[in-house]
């Protein structure tokens, strides 16, 4: 476990004699934090809701997690697929919307999964692409355009240029989170790895730092992706030349949207059900 925790957090551990309990950001309690995190970031959701509007039919939100897309888009009258190898993160898609007819949540993996329809709209966001390393992602691409009804939408999110240059930092920084009880301070640190093409990210509540103390620790490895570097992916995946275009976060964030179709359907049975 030790190659999941950052050296900044590895030696703040040893300086109070604490140990580390890795967890995963998106697994069990790490769900719970991960909403904490970003539950309240309206990021994308205005461009999301946009291109819904421009298309019809349900639409497949990949690696939806707790449902920051899934949720406004059902409350907007969509029916949404919510898709996601966490059943704990759908968990919490059920919890906000108990009963909803116009959500499925389905356990898959974005690299590999099965549905027996296609769409008009499938979306990625958070820049969860980052999530994938280069033949993860290629896996992802061909599951897409499977899934994809002719002429629709493949729409995902990654940072800009300058966020970008960002994610390469290694940096250690306290910063407050949300939560029941009022915000909390958490240490954030993030490591660079592989040549800079890779962050390692650790998340720790600060009060947890005590002298022979126990302390979770949520982890997750993100690859460093290039707007350009995707591009040239997409296209030897079979997509056309994607649109990008800004979108706007409340909290300044630096991400850009990409929209792309699939250059060709000839690889999609004729029989297939179009949703």
Known sequence: MADLITEAVAARLRAVGAHAVPEDLYAAAGSTFYERLVGSDRAEIRE???????????????AAGSGRLTIPLVRSGRRVIALDLSADMLALVRHVLPGESAVECVVADMRDFTLARRFRLVILGATSLTLLNGEDRAALYAAVRRHLAPGGLFAFTLAGAIAEAELRVTRTEKIWVPGPDGAERYLFSQQIEDDGSAR???????????????????????????????????????????????VRSPQGAEIVMVTTSAVSSTTIAADDAVA
């Open 48 to 62: 999301v809701l946009a291109l819904a509007r421009k298309t019809e039919g349900p639409i497949l939100d990949l």
């Open 200 to 246: 390692l990210v650790n998340w720790l509540r600060a009060d947890d730092l005590v002298p022979g103390g126990r302390v979770t620790v949520f982890t997750s490895r993100l690859q460093v992706l290039g707007l350009d570097e995707i591009c040239r992916e997409i296209a030897d995946a079979g997509f056309e030349e994607p649109n990008v275009s800004p």
